[in-house]
């Protein structure tokens, strides 16, 4: 909108010039050529009179006018001789012009060009007798003018855009700064920053838009946080009933020798274990929806090495093996690479992306988590050998309560992904699905480094 503002304000102003500075830069240029045109033909008319005075007095004063004339001006003067004047002057060519002017009377004027003017400006006057004055005026300094004339004008419409332009852009930036502001603050909104709120500047009209925007965004926000709250507290609630419920339905197992009652005990737990799993989710969401805690430098392989040595014994269980990849850096440099994370972020990240990953791997499949830095970002990779996901599959992965067709996954609480992007994003990162090389899914996660992180 700037530069669309900026180019209007400078096409307005060019048009200015165009209707003011080439009408009067076409006047002068006229002017100009009238004014030597006139200049010449008084000489010639005057040189012709004396040309025509028929006496010696006469005669030798042309010849002493035509010779200052000649040092004086870039023209030059040739006179046809007479019976009673023969002049040291040079005599013109015989043309359509001199045979005008002697036999006919007739004044001519050649510029020698259509276009503005030639080389010289030929003038031929009759003179008394038979007799002709022609100047051959050289137009070199009429050029030299025409070019100051339309240069000076030329310079000054550059230095005017030039001007506009500069006063156009500080126009543009302060009609446009209430909406940037609004840009602004849309910006955060869709980055989930539900407190941003716009000043209210500029016109009334941006006044009352930024008004009712942040009105809105007040009112979003205490629905938004009332949510949150109902939602952890209800899941919260939750947890004490189902784990009571858990333990009467283990006793009731325990205590019950009927194969059929017991396989529907079984069941029962089942699904009060996968509603433990959901509750747990919806808190887990909810507190990572809530305010974002600050950031700060974590030691990526110390996490790392912690959540895989708390997931082996599970995977070992499955006959699953938890690897480090080979692209992970190793060394001293490895220890200090530093992330920009929240407290405890990372490691519900990788919870549930190893969760996941474990439940859909078959038995003596493996899962490899690797990390390298890129620039000013580092990117942790967790792959799996597992039945890998469809690219509907994958757009849809992070959704709430969203579970795959996996070996297992269908007794997950459609959660975890959804939690990932929520914390994620929350420290500024990014995360991701891809295909892994074979078969399987491969989860990418991109995290800011820190720029304490050694190289």
Not at 1 to 18: G, P
Not at 28 to 50: G, H, I, W
Request: glycine share 8%; charged share 20%.
């Amino acid at each position: 909108m700037n530069r669309q503002l900026i180019r209007s304000y400078i096409l307005l102003v060019a048009v200015a010039i165009l209707l003011f500075t080439v009408p009067v830069a076409f006047t002068l240029t006229s002017q100009l050529r009238d004014d030597t045109k006139q200049s010449v033909l008084r000489e010639a008319n005057t040189m012709a009179l004396l040309l025509g005075g028929g006496d010696r007095i006469s005669c030798e004063a042309l010849t002493e006018v035509a010779k200052a004339y000649d040092e004086e001006t870039p023209g030059t003067v040739q006179v046809t001789p007479t019976s009673a004047c023969v002049p040291d002057l040079p005599a013109p060519s015989s043309d359509p012009a001199l045979d005008l002017a002697v036999h006919q009377n007739k004044v001519t004027t050649d510029w020698g060009s259509d276009f503005v003017w030639g080389k010289h400006l030929t003038v031929t006057v009759p003179a008394e007798g038979d007799a002709a004055v022609r100047i051959v005026y050289s137009t070199s300094d009429m050029t030299t003018r025409l070019w100051q004339i339309w240069g000076f004008r030329a310079a000054l419409a550059v230095l005017v855009l030039a001007a506009a332009a500069a006063i156009g852009a500080y126009a543009a930036r302060r009609i446009t700064a209430p909406l940037r502001e609004l840009n602004a603050m849309a910006s955060k909104f869709s980055d989930g920053d539900l407190t941003a709120r716009s000043p209210v500047t500029g016109p009334p009209e941006t006044q009352t838009l930024a008004r009712t925007l942040n009105q809105g965004a007040e009112r979003l926000d205490t629905l938004v946080a009332s949510q949150r709250i109902f939602v952890a507290d209800a899941s919260h609630q939750l947890r004490t009933p189902l784990t009571a419920l858990r333990l009467s339905l283990d006793n009731i197992a325990d205590g019950v020798d009927d194969e059929f009652v017991r396989e529907d005990v079984e069941q029962a737990t089942a699904e009060v274990v996968r509603m433990s799993r959901l509750v747990n989710g919806l808190l887990v969401l909810a507190r990572a929806e809530a305010k974002v805690s600050a950031a700060e430098p974590l030691l990526l392989r110390d996490i790392v090495a912690e959540r895989l040595a708390v997931w082996r014994p599970a995977a070992d269980e499955r006959g699953v093996t938890i690897a480090l990849g080979g692209g992970t850096r190793g060394g001293t440099a490895d220890g200090r690479l530093l992330v920009l994370a929240g407290p405890g972020h990372l490691d519900q990240v990788l919870d549930n992306v190893l969760s996941n990953a474990l439940e859909v791997s078959p038995d003596g499949a493996t899962i490899t988590v690797s990390y390298e830095p890129q620039g000013d970002e580092i990117l942790l990779t967790v792959r799996d050998q597992g039945p890998g996901m469809s690219d509907a599959e994958k757009s849809r992965a992070f959704d709430r309560f969203w579970r795959g067709q996996g070996l297992t996954g269908r007794s997950g609480s459609g959660l975890g992904l959804a939690v990932v992007k929520q914390l994620v994003t929350d420290d500024g990162g990014t995360v991701a699905l891809a295909d892994a090389p074979g078969s399987g899914l491969e989860v990418r996660i991109t995290l800011r480094a820190s720029p304490k992180s050694g190289g």
